[in-house]
């Protein structure tokens, strides 16, 4: 019998990270500090802060589950161990309708950026950036990584510069101003979408040397990168242009630079916010595919999208799919609709991830685990029990239309659970 291809190891430590980084970086900090600012005021960087806290306790508990499960299905793989098939599609359901749509409304902010710079129209623009990273993907993980690598380092300088033109006015505001406490944590619910991307590493874990350790390694590393990256572009943001100011403009960013760097900084940023959109684009995709791939390999999907290519090792059937379905949705809204209807569903996901942990330390108490997450209180976590609570707080501040359309995704997909069960759960 003919052996089936297998995805290729070729991941290593500093390509996983960077994967995360640039994932992490992506479209939300250069588009969301500005309505985040609006909320929160100067104290836009607390809101920054809670926001990595959040995400952090819940990142503790996918090391662990990680190591234990070293599989591309990810979360779908996590709820399944701990509740089994329904559940665990449900919330695969979630990631892949959540991850088209920001596919999508990000390859849209790609468009408009360039659309900008050379007067291309967005929706074609839009489609020919998906196709062409379909391609990219179908190539090769490894050369896909470096394409991330590459822009990622991009990225980063972006907002060392931000960071570099905000030093002298450092201390020139008050950072604790607010228009009200409660705009912090709405603050917070919305730019969780700019967290987003580090559970997407591990989806990588099939094509990682070492997964059980490198994974966890890099998740926290990409967490913490992000976080010192994150408080400092707040910190000069606004204070080098006020906050009311930043919550007016499509841009804000653009806005801090222009202040130092005059007309210049137009172009300058412009070409760097599509260096970070393509590559949020690219991760996304990766990701995504990769989730396709995992749940056809565990049998919930048809199993033509678990088909790995003879000699790229990459699982092209689930990379067109979801490069399609992709391209369908790119007449979704503009990015803040889209970040509450994604964080909606990360929400729920993120939810169930900590429970999951939680559920197996119980049930299954004797199966290893490479990475444990620390301070237990005999078999239960705290941090992930922590991460389940401020998921919860984080979702009640979301927006009454995330709410309606993220609920609307969440029934879509206990409808196809009845289906695929006959009985639903």
């Known amino acids: 019998m003919e052996k089936k291809p297998a995805l290729k ?43 990595a806290v959040a995400a952090g306790l819940t ?27 329904n559940a665990a599609f449900l919330v695969g359901w979630l990631v892949i309708i959540g991850m088209v749509i920001a596919t999508s409304a990000v390859a849209l902010g790609f468009a408009g950026y360039f659309s900008a710079l050379s ?41 060392l510069v931000i960071i570099y033109i905000g030093l002298p006015y450092i201390g020139y505001v008050n950072y604790f101003e607010t228009p009200g406490i409660p705009g912090i944590f709405e603050a917070s619910a919305l730019i969780f979408f700019a967290y987003l991307g580090f559970e997407d590493i591990v989806k990588l874990s099939q094509e990682t040397r070492e997964p059980e350790k490198t994974i966890p390694k890099a998740l926290i590393v990409s967490i913490i990168v992000t976080l010192v990256l994150y408080i400092l572009v707040a910190l000069s943001a606004v204070s080098v242009v006020n906050w009311q100011a930043l919550s007016d403009s499509s841009a804000p960013l653009t806005e801090v630079a222009s202040v130092a760097m005059g007309s210049d900084a137009f172009v300058i940023f412009s070409v760097i916010a599509l260096f970070s959109t393509a590559n949020t684009v690219l991760l996304i995709m990766m990701g995504g595919s990769r989730i396709l791939y995992g749940m056809a ?18 699982p092209w059937v689930a990379i067109v799919v979801f490069s399609v379905l992709s391209i369908a949705f790119v007449f979704v809204g503009d990015i803040v609709t889209v970040a509450n209807i ?3 569903m990360i929400f729920v996901i993120f939810f169930m991830i900590d429970i999951s942990l939680i559920r197996l330390r119980y049930t299954e108490p004797h199966l290893k685990r490479p990475f444990k997450s620390p301070l237990n209180i005999g078999r239960f976590p705290v941090l992930p029990g922590l991460g389940a609570l401020v998921t919860v707080f984080l979702f009640s501040h979301l927006s009454p239309e995330a709410m309606l359309y993220g609920s609307i995704i969440l029934m879509g997909g206990l409808l196809v659970v009845g289906v695929r069960s006959g009985r639903g759960f």
């Not at 993980?141 to 991330?148: F, P």
């Not at 390999?297 to 990459?314: F, I, K």
């Open 9 to 51: 190891r070729e991941l290593g430590l500093f390509e996983v990270t960077l994967s995360g980084v640039g994932s992490i970086l992506g479209a939300g900090i250069y588009v969301l500090v500005g309505k985040a600012a609006g909320l929160a005021g100067n104290a836009v960087w607390l809101s920054f802060l809670f926001a």
């Open 119 to 159: 007067g291309a129209p967005m929706v074609p623009a839009a489609i020919v950036l998906i196709l062409i990273f379909g391609f990219v993907l179908f190539t090769g993980i490894k050369q896909s990584a470096r394409i991330v690598v590459l822009m990622t380092l991009v990225e980063i300088a972006g907002l």
């Open 342 to 344: 994604s964080n909606f």
């Open 297 to 314: 390999e565990s049998g919930s999907l048809p199993e033509a999208l678990g088909a790995v290519h003879a000699t790229r090792g990459t």
């Open 59 to 85: 990142g503790i508990a996918y090391m662990e589950l990680s190591s234990m499960f070293p599989k591309a299905s990810a979360e779908y793989e996590y709820v399944k161990r701990a509740f089994g098939e």
